[in-house]
T-cell receptor, first 109, second 115 residues
């Protein structure tokens, strides 16, 4: 079956760095997405990786290893507004998004 | 980025009535639109995938007669919750894409409360 695993909840301190991991098992693979979702709002796009390696975009970076079925989202210089759920989603061979359950990130002062 | 507009953002309806939710891609042609349901503190649950001009593909366990999806044009898809019940109360979100291998752009979501 198809499956996405990511931690349920993480806590970090304002100004610090946090890494949210995601492992996936899908029928085929056409890329991996990270979305940010604040409570009561729709998800917003953060990153898309289809090739191995690290993609950096400001304070956020995303890494992919296709051979390991593994990705992570790295958030630097954490701000209180970064408190949200972070959703990992893999695109399978039918171009269907397979969603993880999301990681709730709590930022403490 | 591309904009997807979902309307209404909030709706309260009486049990037994029907509610229509619209999802529009404002500045691109969406070949595929997705409808999700999200329960509190849970991830997105895909309900159905709709392609313009064809019938929607429903996920297992989703009642197609209860959740009517119409994708009449490349910029508009609608979800109608028929004979709504309190258990249908949820956050419904649409997303649209113009190419299979690109990001899905999300609407703002609709908070449905059935009383």
């Amino acid at each position: 079956g198809q499956n996405i695993d990511q931690p349920t909840e993480m806590t970090a301190t304002e100004g610090a760095i946090v890494q949210i991991n995601c492992t996936y098992q899908t029928s085929g693979f056409n890329g991996l997405f990270w979305y940010q979702q604040h409570a009561g709002e729709a998800p917003t796009f953060l990153s898309y990786n289809v090739l191995d390696g690290l993609e950096e975009k400001g304070r956020f970076s995303s890494f992919l290893s296709r051979s390991k079925g593994y990705s992570y989202l790295l958030l630097k210089e954490l701000q209180m507004k970064d408190s949200a759920s972070y959703l990992c989603a893999a695109l399978d061979s039918n171009y269907q998004l397979i969603w993880g359950a999301g990681t709730k990130l709590i930022i403490k002062p | 980025g591309a904009v997807v507009s979902q309307h209404p953002s909030r709706v309260i309806c009486k049990s037994g009535t029907s509610v229509k939710i619209e999802c529009r891609s404002l500045d691109f042609q969406a070949t595929t639109m997705f409808w999700y349901r999200q329960f509190p503190k849970q991830s997105l649950m895909l309900m159905a995938t709709s392609n313009e001009g064809s019938k929607a593909t429903y996920e297992q366990g989703v009642e197609k007669d209860k959740f009517l999806i119409n994708h009449a044009s490349l910029t508009l898809s609608t979800l109608t919750v028929t004979s709504a019940h309190p258990e249908d109360s949820s956050f419904y979100i649409c997303s649209a894409s113009y190419d299979r291998a690109t990001e899905a752009f999300f609407g703002q979501g609709t908070r449905l409360t059935v009383v």
